[in-house]
């Protein structure tokens, strides 16, 4: 009997995540919106010009893979949902912070 | 008469950067030799074992490069080079150290 595969997805390197993040405006975007306590993505979509729900989707699936932010959802109706940073989530965006002005004080 | 090919060579974004030192053992090791004040090649290469001269002389052109580190080259006979860390290899060294801790505590 073949040995079952099993599909193993390695979490990224911190180092990975920050070049993935910063890399992507619409990432950088929506955790900034996070960061700053906007929680629904309706209200994160009013915020931003230009933020179609598919992007905003794609991104938040992304940051909650990395576990920068995470999800409540609320049994009402029509259901609530709402993101808010994780403790790693907001050392991750101190982080990110500090590369973005390392880049400015070069340039 | 044909136009000029510039070969320009755009500085990497501090990101790319943190990614690339990261994921290089080598580039860590020098780097945390200079962070330490180790300021010789030769006393780089007594420090650390396996350490060649080719590899050490890559991984410090590449701190160069990156302006991470400098070198000062003292008219002695024989000549004397040194390195040191820059003001931006400094924060950027700080960077490295979260970057590494939030990966430890993820783990």
């Keep these: ?10 979490p990224p ?12 405006k619409w990432s950088l975007t929506v955790l900034s919106l ?9 209200a994160m979509q009013r915020r931003v010009e ?4 598919k992007v905003l989707n794609e991104r938040l699936r ?3 893979r990395y576990e920068i932010i995470e999800r409540e959802v609320f049994a009402e109706v ?11 989530g907001n050392r991750f965006g101190a982080v990110i ?5 390392l880049d400015e004080e070069r340039s």
Tied chains: 1, 2.
């Excluded at 230009?50 to 729900?53: D, E, I, Q, Y």
Aim: hydrophobic share 40%; charged share 30%; proline share 7%.
């Design 13 to 24: 390197t911190a180092a990975r995540m920050v070049e993935d993040i910063i890399g992507c």
């Design 50 to 53: 230009g933020l179609t729900a």
């Design 97 to 101: 912070d500090q590369i973005t002005a």
């Design 78 to 88: 029509p259901p609530r949902v709402e993101y808010r940073l994780t403790e790693f």
């Design 34 to 42: 996070v960061r700053s306590g906007v929680k629904r993505p309706g």
């Design 62 to 64: 992304k940051l909650l």
């Design 1 to 10: 009997m073949p040995a079952l595969k099993k599909k193993i997805t390695k």
